[in-house]
């Protein structure tokens, strides 16, 4: 069974920086687009940012310049960066990756459970 876990959130300051990750685990055969979304108080989900299997990058405007997502491909694992952080950054963040598991051999989208960031200001 593939599972996607996050970790790294906290509680920070504006200003500060914090780094969640993101590790797919399971009988897995390849992990394609994996992507960070994040959940705000009664506002929709919406998307963060993006990374291929190949290492191109997308973000949303709001965190272009500040915000980094990498990913190591040998630990299926993916990481945001996230740099002058600001109170709006206050979400639950969540990763989706398109997976290939060996149960299926036929490619799904999988969530996380999510982690808290907190930006106080």
């Known amino acids: 069974q593939v599972q ?13 920086s914090l780094r969640v990750s993101c590790a797919a685990s399971g009988s897995i055969v ?20 993006t990374i291929t299997s190949d290492y191109n ?13 990498s990913r190591d491909n ?3 694992t993916m ?4 740099n002058s952080l600001k109170p709006e950054d206050t979400a639950v963040y969540y ?16 969530w996380g459970q999510g982690t808290q960031v907190t930006v106080s200001s």
């Open 79 to 82: 990481y945001l960066q996230m």
């Open 30 to 49: 390849s992990v394609y687009t994996m992507a960070w979304y994040r959940q705000a108080p009664e506002k929709q989900r919406e998307l963060v940012a």
């Open 57 to 69: 990058t997308n973000y949303a405007d709001s965190v272009k310049g500040r915000f980094t997502i």
């Open 4 to 16: 996607l876990v996050e970790s790294g959130g906290g509680l920070v300051q504006a200003g500060g």
């Open 74 to 76: 040998a630990k299926n």
């Open 95 to 110: 990763c989706n990756a398109a997976i290939v598991p060996r149960s299926t051999w036929g490619l799904s989208h999988y």
